[in-house]
């Protein structure tokens, strides 16, 4: 890809009550960005205040996080009209667009969605979630979310000088920690076309499968070899559901020992996550032990 473009963004955001929607709803009030060439080299950057039109007043937190007050956001224009004006400053370039972690993008798209009647955002095209991408690089477990400022102080990227919890500074801490441990092979891997898809996966509700017929519950995983002695257990109560898991009491024909076997499908966008516990129950104990 010749002259492409990296835009890194960050949002402040006050939560409000939405009659007209009966929820709550993270009312953008700060927009602030960095554009960085190729090289990642800044190029410039960006900052806006929108003026709040769904809740009057910001909350206590987001004032004592931001420093910023409501007479600051009066100031700011429509949230349409700074969007249009981010999009003509993105300008017409191949353009990958970041933030750290996924929320910024679930604020846009659910204000996008507010005041423009559709989620999709106009100037997404191509996203890299920073958050995801740095956290891999710094060897985060899947399960576990890096936070800005731990990433920041992990990779020695100086924050004193700028405030934290405000858009662009943010957003220029974020493409220091991308400067830090940017590998280019490794990085495309995380690029995401914005395309319908995308949207249904962020929009999408993983649930836990309940039904025994949905062909996803694959009843083989239910199948359980002993784990003392490896014989394939004889399931010898019926099958009940609590807290997410199927579970049941199995029987070891071989060393005479019994287990209780819980298993959950959950489903995912694109895939079907299993998990399953096998505990033994010991007769001096009762099934709840966590003996394991
Ligand atoms: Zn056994």
Request: charged share 25%.
């Amino acid at each position: 890809m010749i002259g492409i473009q990296y835009v890194i963004l960050d949002l402040e955001w006050n939560s409000v009550y939405s009659k007209k929607h009966s929820k709550f709803i993270n009312e953008i009030i700060e927009i602030g960005a960095v554009k960085l060439d190729e090289s990642l080299r800044g190029i410039d950057s960006y900052s806006s205040l929108i003026a709040t039109e769904i809740g009057k007043n910001l909350q206590k937190k987001v004032i004592e996080l931001t420093h910023l007050t409501n007479e600051d956001i009066s100031t700011g224009k429509s949230f349409g009209s700074v969007m249009s004006d981010f999009k003509k400053w993105i300008g017409k370039s191949d353009t990958v667009v970041m933030s750290w972690g996924k929320c910024d993008i679930y604020a846009l798209m659910e204000n996008f969605s507010y005041f423009s009647g559709s989620h999709q955002i106009p100037f997404l095209k191509s996203y890299v979630d920073l958050q995801e991408y740095c956290g891999e690089l710094l060897n985060q477990p899947a399960n576990m979310q890096l936070g800005l400022q731990p990433a920041a102080e992990k990779l020695s990227v100086v924050t004193e000088q700028l405030d934290m919890h405000r858009g662009l500074s943010d957003a220029v801490i974020s493409a220091q920690c991308l400067q830090k441990v940017y590998l280019k092979q490794k990085f495309e891997k995380h690029i995401m076309t914005c395309d319908e898809q995308f949207y249904d996966r962020l929009l999408f509700k993983p649930y836990v499968i309940k039904n025994f017929k949905n062909p996803a519950f694959d009843t083989e995983k239910l199948l359980t070899d002993c784990p003392k002695c490896g014989q394939r257990l004889k399931r010898i109560s019926k099958w009940s559901f609590k807290n997410s898991f199927y579970r049941c009491v199995m029987e070891c024909r071989n060393c005479q020992r019994r287990f209780t076997t819980e298993v959950r499908f959950k489903q995912y966008y694109d895939y079907v996550d299993f998990k399953k516990k096998v505990r033994e129950i010991r007769e001096s104990n009762t099934e709840n032990n966590k003996a394991d």
